[in-house]
């Protein structure tokens, strides 16, 4: 088992919503059915719920799953949502969170799968908002190899993409696309998409 530290990642992410101005909230994304606010309140989401997956917490947020309906934003949410981002990183850096079976989307699963998936969706959801709100994004490229790891062999090309799903069958990329571009392929998306 390969443990990933997602410390650079989420903070690329937070830095990211910190960028995302009141204009962009009303922005199309990436994800068919996601404007960026949508988008930033499934982040938020994903924060709160893998941080307690990494913490073997039992609680509704083990059981939320990810295409729930978006919330609209409320309060300080790029204070909020960088600061839960900085628990989840600590909860994924602290001994045995990699270790042994947890729980997210309402699923027992074994927490070094959970992990992966973790850092995929940070990887991916940040060159999803990077992409919708015109902001430059540099991947950290340990969190490609794991969303690598983790798409890789379920990448199905007959998964059916729609507008409901953040997720879908791979888009066709080159041999000769870069590391980043090939994860985002792996994940359903163009990586020309521009909005």
Not at 112 to 123: C, F, H, R, T, Y
Not at 160 to 180: E, I, K, N, Q, Y
């Amino acid at each position: 088992m390969t443990e990933f530290d997602l410390h650079l990642g989420a903070q690329r992410l937070s830095a990211l919503i910190a960028g995302t101005t009141d204009d962009d909230l009303t922005l199309p994304t990436p994800c068919p059915a996601y404007t960026v606010s949508d988008l930033i309140d499934h982040i938020g989401m994903t924060a709160l719920a893998f941080g307690a997956a990494a913490r073997k917490e039992r609680s509704e947020l083990n059981e939320v799953s990810p295409n729930r309906v978006p919330q609209p934003l409320a309060g300080d949410w790029r204070s909020r949502i960088a600061a839960d981002f900085d628990v989840l990183a600590d909860a994924w850096a602290a001994p045995g969170a990699w270790d042994g079976m947890t729980r997210i989307a309402g699923m027992d699963m074994p927490a070094d799968e959970i992990g992966l998936v973790a850092a995929e969706e940070i990887l991916v959801h940040s060159w999803d908002l990077a992409r919708a709100t015109g902001q430059s994004f540099d991947a950290d490229p340990d969190l490609i190899v794991a969303a690598r790891r983790m798409l890789g062999p379920g990448a199905d090309p007959d998964t059916p993409r729609t507008d409901t799903v953040t997720f879908g069958a791979p888009h066709p990329v080159g041999d000769d696309a870069s590391p980043l571009d090939q994860v985002i392929g792996l994940s359903g998306r163009d990586p020309a998409w521009t909005a």
